[in-house]
Structures are given as structure tokens and as C-alpha cells.
């Protein structure tokens, strides 16, 4: 599988994603993880972000996927 980076790009510019590796997609959602803090970022190529839990991949705001990577 090639990684697809333009999701996280669209989302925080090509800058910043020199610190994440592409670790794959589960269905339409792609998932990113940040060298440093090892969080992951989960979009859908239509800009929804998503949180893993015991439930399955959840919905998220673009705020708090983003406070959650960085912090």
C-alpha cells in the first residue's frame, strides 16, 4: 500500500507532515502517527477525523484530534 498524505496535508500543510509516518488506512480512514508524541492522527479523506476505541473507529472534531496528536 502506498501512503496517501494528502488528508493530513489538506489538515495542517505539507510543514508538519515531516513528523508523521503513514501507518495505513482501515476502510476510508487513513492514520497517521507523529514521531515524537506516537499519537495518532485518523482522517477521512473528507476532513472528519476519527478516535479509536474499544467501539471501532469514532468521530471526532478537528480541534480535539488535533490537541490529542500535539499533546
Known sequence: ???????LE???GPAL????????RYER???YKHRDTRRYL??????????YSVHGYEPIGTEEAIDHVFG
Do not use: H, K
Not at 42 to 51: E, H, L, M, Q, S
Open 17 to 24: 507532515c515531516v513528523d508523521f509516518m503513514f501507518m495505513g
Open 29 to 31: 480512514i487513513y492514520l
Open 42 to 51: 485518523n482522517i477521512a479523506p473528507d476532513g472528519t477525523c476519527f478516535r
Open 10 to 12: 489538506q489538515m495542517l
Open 1 to 7: 500500500m502506498s501512503a496517501e498524505w494528502l488528508p
